[in-house]
């Protein structure tokens, strides 16, 4: 069974469009997160959520919008897609006690073009 | 602020050859925990290996060992008997309230 899933794993879409990028964990973690890897693979933290409440909101624009209907799924959705949203973005879980590892999805590639 | 500095964007080594990958970090905190991952050309990112920073004892995990350096703040991976499958990033990671990432190495291991 899949710990972190995401769906898609790859979007190709028009600058301007609005789409959301799913993620699920079966592994009864508190905590849940969005990463953005960008061309240079440098990971950076968008979003934290722990228990469905935001804890974490990193300087992203608000055309990013996570959603958690309950503990084991935060989607992620996008607004008015632009170049620069490019990336490959990552959701993760952990149980959120700070010796527990985090455990990643397989990855969205996101393409505006 | 937290941060963590990997000062090698990229090495690296011949097979079978052992290979040591750098990492630094800032906290004023005194209880914490630090990893590395591997992502590998799979994009899949991966804990190779986990380190309590209360422990003085080095983690080691088969071929993946670390020498932790809490005084000064480093937390080095060795990797021996390389091989091609550990062509990949690594990452080093810090945790507080949340996964403080480096910015990666980039190893490949040559045959």
Same mark, same amino acid.
């Given at each position: 069974?899949?710990?972190v &899933?995401?769906?898609?794993?790859?979007?190709?879409t028009?600058?301007? *469009?609005?789409?959301s !990028?799913?993620? $699920?964990?079966?592994?009864?973690?508190?905590?849940?997160?969005?990463?953005?890897?960008? &061309?240079?693979?440098?990971?950076k933290?968008?979003?934290?959520?722990? *228990?469905?409440?935001? !804890?974490?909101n $990193?300087?992203?624009?608000?055309?990013?919008?996570?959603?958690?209907?309950?503990?084991?799924?935060?989607?992620?959705?996008?607004?008015?897609?632009e170049?620069?949203?490019?990336?490959?973005y990552f959701?993760?879980?952990?149980?959120?006690?700070?010796?527990?590892?985090?455990?990643?999805?397989?990855?969205?590639?996101?393409?505006?073009? | 602020?937290?941060?963590?500095?990997?000062?090698?964007?990229?090495?690296?080594?011949?097979?079978a050859?052992?290979?040591?990958?750098?990492?630094?970090?800032?906290?004023?905190?005194?209880?914490?925990?630090?990893?590395?991952?591997?992502?590998?050309?799979?994009?899949?990112?991966?804990?190779v290996?986990?380190?309590?920073?209360?422990?003085q004892?080095?983690?080691?995990?088969?071929?993946?060992?670390?020498?932790?350096q809490?005084?000064?703040?480093?937390?080095?991976?060795?990797?021996?008997?390389?091989?091609?499958?550990?062509?990949?990033?690594?990452?080093?990671?810090?945790?507080?309230?949340?996964?403080?990432f480096?910015?990666?190495?980039?190893?490949?291991?040559i045959?």
């Amino acid at each position: 069974d899949t710990a972190v &899933s995401q769906t898609p794993k790859y979007l190709v879409t028009q600058m301007g *469009n609005d789409k959301s !990028i799913k993620c $699920e964990q079966n592994l009864g973690h508190d905590t849940m997160y969005w990463y953005k890897q960008d &061309s240079k693979k440098f990971l950076k933290i968008m979003f934290s959520y722990n *228990n469905k409440e935001l !804890i974490i909101n $990193e300087t992203v624009p608000n055309r990013f919008s996570p959603k958690s209907p309950d503990k084991a799924h935060l989607n992620l959705h996008i607004n008015s897609l632009e170049l620069g949203d490019s990336a490959v973005y990552f959701c993760a879980s952990s149980q959120g006690d700070r010796n527990t590892e985090a455990f990643f999805g397989q990855g969205t590639r996101l393409t505006v073009v | 602020a937290q941060t963590v500095t990997q000062s090698q964007p990229e090495m690296s080594v011949q097979e079978a050859e052992t290979v040591t990958l750098s990492c630094t970090y800032d906290t004023s905190e005194n209880n914490y925990y630090l990893f590395w991952y591997k992502q590998p050309p799979s994009r899949q990112m991966i804990l190779v290996i986990r380190q309590e920073a209360y422990k003085q004892q080095n983690a080691t995990e088969n071929r993946f060992s670390v020498n932790f350096q809490k005084a000064a703040k480093s937390f080095s991976l060795k990797i021996s008997d390389s091989q091609l499958g550990d062509t990949a990033m690594y990452f080093c990671a810090w945790t507080g309230n949340q996964f403080y990432f480096g910015t990666g190495t980039s190893l490949t291991v040559i045959p």
